[in-house]
């Protein structure tokens, strides 16, 4: 009985003491439900990045819309959370997700956390034939200087070295440089400049060869995709209009060849030859 009564008198004086605190934390609760935010982001309905947050966490999931296999690398960095890294070269099959990060604030600290993406389709690896003469990626009447060649210092290195730009109005047409099929594009990003912060910010069409290699032409402009997912296409097809958009310190057309390895980098790219009028250009 005397534990009986005690633990009865703690229970009322719970009850007595706490009860303005429980109803702070009541009235709290609805602004902190209310603060758990979930914010999709889906790119044309291929790539959704969704986060989760509330006022002590934040998680990122990916969901691949593709029809295809894609390797999806996220660059986060955070101030006062933990963990502190992302998952990187996350395999993704059709219709697949993944949680990217999970991260928690440090007790009692403010806290802040941003994070870019970067995508490439295809898990598997392959080879390049390097037989294959590519078209200029624009008309034959047309001449552009190129901005970076391969092995470029702003961002034709590592994987990239074998990519090449050219210096180009917005809005320039853009051919296909060899035929395939398409599978995969965005034309929904708007933003673009020399930060990091846009690498997230980048149109592009990718077209398949019959190599399973992946010709990809970015840094296009808003709504400036005129293929489809599915078409297939011949060389100096019209496919798109170049931009500016994502990771890019002025207009032009950026083109690399690129295929997927199963090790290592999430991807490679390939010297390539190109026609021109007079001889032929590889990218080496
Ligand atoms: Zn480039």
Known sequence: MVLRSTFSQKTIFFKVAFL????????????????AAQRDSCFIQHL???TIEDNRSAQLLVRNNFDIPIRVSVNMTGRNVAPSKALNNIPL???????VFHIKAKRGKSWRYTWTSELHPGLSEVQHNEDIRYDLPFSSKKTFPISQGPNGSFSHYGVNKNAIDWAMPIGTKILAAREGMVIGYRENARAGGPLAKFKSEQNYIWIQHNDRTIGQYLHLKENGVTVEVGDYVERGQLIG???????????????????????????????????????SAKTK
Not at 24 to 35: E, G, K, M, W
């Open 20 to 35: 303005p605190f429980l109803l702070i934390l009541l009235s709290l609760a609805v602004p902190l439900l209310a603060y």
């Open 48 to 50: 959704c990045l969704t």
């Open 93 to 99: 099959l059709p219709g697949e997700t993944k949680e």
């Open 241 to 279: 209009y170049s931009g500016n958009t994502g990771y890019s310190a002025a207009p032009h057309l950026h083109f690399h060849v690129s295929g997927s390895q199963e090790q290592g980098q999430a991807f490679r790219t390939f010297p390539i030859l190109f026609k021109t009028k007079k001889s």
